[in-house]
Structures are given as C-alpha cells and as structure tokens.
C-alpha cells in the first residue's frame, strides 16, 4: 500500500522559513518514472503545483516560486523535504505531498497525502 | 495563476450528464496527456482519470475522459449526489517546465 505522509509546522511567522517534510512508503524514491511532488491549495482556492524532485535528482520549481522553494530528496529514508523562505500570509494554504508518476508526454499524481495546513500569522 | 481555464461550476439534476471543460495551449494540453482530479468536500484530491481518458481501478465507468487539440473535457455521466466536489485538470507544461492545474469547477447535483 502506497502512502505519504506530510510533517511540519502548523503555524510560522512571517518572514521565517517552512520545512515539510514528505515520508514515502510502499514504494521507492530510487524508482524511475514513480516522484514525489508538493501541492498546495490556498482555503478556498484552487490547487497549485509546487515542486518535484526525480529520481535523478533532477528539479523543477512553480515559475512563480521558484526563488523561495527548494526541494530535496534522502531516498535512504524515503523522505522528501520541502522548504518555502520569507512566508507570508498569503502561504497560507494545505499543503499536499503527492506520489507523481511521469515520463514522455504523461504527468500526473495517483496517491495524495492527507494534507498538512499551514498557517502564517504572526 | 492556473495555466489552465475551467469554468467555475456546473450543475445538473441526478442521473444526468454534465461536461467540464479544460482549455489550455500547445506548451501544455497541446502536447501532453491530461488528468483529472476530483476533490470531495474537506478531502485530499483523488486521480480520478490519467491519460487523457484513461481511469485507475476502481473508478466507475461514468467519468470519462477526452482532449482535442488544445483543450480537454471531463464526463460524468448518471450523476449522483455523491459526485458533488471540485474537479481540476492537470498537466505538464513544457515552457513552463512546471506541473500546471486548473481553475476548479465545482459540480453541483
């Protein structure tokens, strides 16, 4: 059975930096063709792609985000690590750890996490 | 910020069909396969469809799904009270070099 399950702070300030956390089983982050990609979704707002990470480590950041986001994997724990610098209140959304299958023209997350939310409040 | 342009609701009786569309451009919907994801109240999304019309187990034949060219649509055929949630499309978009999802329609039955 495939799960991922989303760690990290439930409320930081503005400015500070966010760390999530992404630990993965039933599957290996060493497998091609099989991710982990970030999702978020803003209270009552649509979803928005975040940031993957392949298994050669390649990356590939939200256009719009990309100077804050960083992502990393340790496939020795099966942990993929999100982190988002100078939050804002407008970060405030449920963030998603997603398993991401892709390759040549195919894109798409078949088992989502429950879902951490986060606040920025100061 | 969605690259992609759903619009925002539907609705229709039970038992009937609705459609929802997913328009995009060649960077995106133009050259890569679509998926369908439905979000039922307070939940995580689900895949509901990959592929362009493809569906995992255990997904009932009444959701389907199509592109043509530029655009996609989701079906959902015989709807029941329990389709009711939000629905995004999603892709990959090669001059973005990002994943990309839709505005959200909301499907009222």
């Known amino acids: 059975q495939v799960t991922l399950t989303e760690s990290g702070p439930v409320l930081v300030k503005p400015t500070e930096t966010l760390t999530l956390t992404c630990t993965v089983s039933g599957f290996s982050l060493t497998n091609a063709g099989l991710t982990v990609t970030w999702v978020r979704q803003p209270p009552g707002k649509a979803l928005e792609w975040l940031a993957h990470v392949l298994s050669s480590d390649e990356k590939a950041y939200s256009t719009s985000l990309k100077t804050r986001l960083t992502i990393s994997k340790d496939t020795s724990k099966s942990q993929v690590v999100l982190t988002m610098t100078n939050m804002d209140p407008v970060d405030t959304a449920t963030y998603y750890c997603?398993?991401?299958?892709?390759?040549?023209?195919?894109?798409?997350?078949?088992?989502w996490g429950k879902g951490t939310t986060v606040t920025v409040s100061s | 910020q969605s690259v992609l342009t759903q619009p925002p609701s539907v609705s229709a009786a039970p038992g009937q069909k609705v459609t929802i569309s997913c328009s995009g451009s060649?960077?995106?919907?133009?050259?890569?396969?679509v998926s369908w994801y439905q979000q039922l109240p307070g939940t995580a999304p689900k895949l509901l469809i990959y592929d362009n019309n493809k569906r995992p187990s255990g997904i009932p034949d009444r959701f389907s799904g199509s592109k043509s060219g530029t655009s996609a649509t989701l079906g959902i055929t015989g709807l029941q009270t329990g389709d009711e949630a939000d629905y995004y499309c999603g892709t990959w978009d090669d001059s973005l070099t990002a994943g990309v999802f839709g505005t959200g329609t909301e499907v009222t039955v």
């Open positions: 997603v398993r991401l299958v892709h390759g040549p023209f195919y894109y798409f997350m078949d088992v």
């Open positions: 060649s960077s995106n919907i133009g050259t890569n396969y």
